[in-house]
């Protein structure tokens, strides 16, 4: 019964999840601040204790699969792979890098380019198709996530003036990681549970990490961490990473990636109100800005009506006992 009314909303699942991920400016700011002067060596340094906290966590959840690891082929091995080192991994040492320019709204912004790649491989890959009134509401919820991110969409060019190239580049590279991840997952999710994919996702991406951080900054790479930032990294690791990828992959469960990366787009709302009033306050949300969640809120609710009219959610073959 629980299952049946977790699939009917099951792209309002993957909108919450995404709105937990717009929290993680909240512990990521000053974490940043707190380590190595070398923004890739940060980055690396924040994404990789994430991680070690995430894996260390996931262990029961890994033990409890053993059986059902077994069950896996090649090629879903190599698209979990893909998860945890491309999108959990570097996409997330990517969107970290672009975040310690400062210009945290802009960063945001170019997420939403993530649909436009998640999409297009949805499409090639797994062969789906979005239903006639999800392409309608799809341009809708586009300009829903603009407003949020755009406080004068009359006068965007204010909100870019002064930032940098590389620092979008790196966020457009963390985008099309992340919007290939959600067709990954979609996949890999026909033969594992959720809190598996979940638990894989960190464990593949933590050793390339590892690499990564030992690569550019040698063993002391490992030793710049502070105890008292240890709430933080919790805080990272368990709100926005864990509890917010294990809605999201259960959502996913029952959502075509194509409709998945669309619900991803209600990332901005909880993302720019910390920004705004947490992160970097003193400012203030506009009208337009209201008005873009509302817009985005009534597209994810629609969407979510396309969805409960698709075939019922992916579900993993029995596991042996």
């Known amino acids: 019964m629980l299952d049946r009314l977790i699939d009917r909303f099951a792209v309002v699942l993957v909108a919450v999840a995404a709105m937990l991920w717009g929290t993680d400016a909240l512990f990521r700011a000053p974490l940043l601040t707190h380590l190595s002067s070398n923004r890739l060596q940060q980055s690396v340094q924040l994404v990789f204790m994430e991680h070690l906290i995430l894996v260390i966590a996931c262990l029961p959840l890994l033990w409890r699969a053993r059986r059902e690891l077994r069950r896996l082929n090649a090629t879903q091995w190599w698209s979990i792979a893909a998860i945890g080192v491309g999108a959990s991994a570097l996409a997330t040492v990517l969107f970290t890098i672009s975040f310690g320019y400062g210009h945290f709204i802009e960063t945001l912004l170019l997420q939403k380019a993530q649909p436009l790649f998640a999409i297009l491989l949805a499409t090639i890959w797994l062969r789906e198709r979005i239903s006639s009134q999800a392409v309608v509401w799809v341009p809708i919820a586009l300009i829903g996530a603009y407003l949020i991110v755009i406080p004068d969409p009359l006068h965007p060019e204010q909100a870019w003036a002064d930032f940098s190239v590389l620092a979008g580049l790196f966020a457009l590279a963390a985008a099309a990681l992340w919007g290939s991840a959600t067709v990954f997952g979609r996949f890999a999710l026909a033969n594992v549970r959720f809190t598996t994919l979940t638990a894989l996702r960190f ?119």
């Open 203 to 321: 464990t593949f991406g933590l050793p390339a990490l590892a690499i990564v951080l030992l690569l550019v900054g040698g063993l002391a790479g490992f030793t710049q961490y502070r105890p008292s930032d240890l709430p933080l990294y919790l805080g990272l690791a368990l709100l926005p990473g864990g509890l917010g990828l294990l809605l999201y992959y259960r959502g996913l469960a029952s959502t075509p990636a194509s409709l998945a990366t669309l619900a991803e787009l209600a990332f901005p709302i909880t993302g720019v109100l910390v920004n705004l009033y947490l992160v970097t306050p003193r400012q203030s949300i506009t009208s337009w800005q209201v008005a873009g969640i509302v817009i985005l809120w009534v597209a994810l609710a629609a969407l979510d009506y396309a969805n409960a009219r698709k075939p019922a959610r992916l579900q993993p073959e029995p596991v042996p006992a």
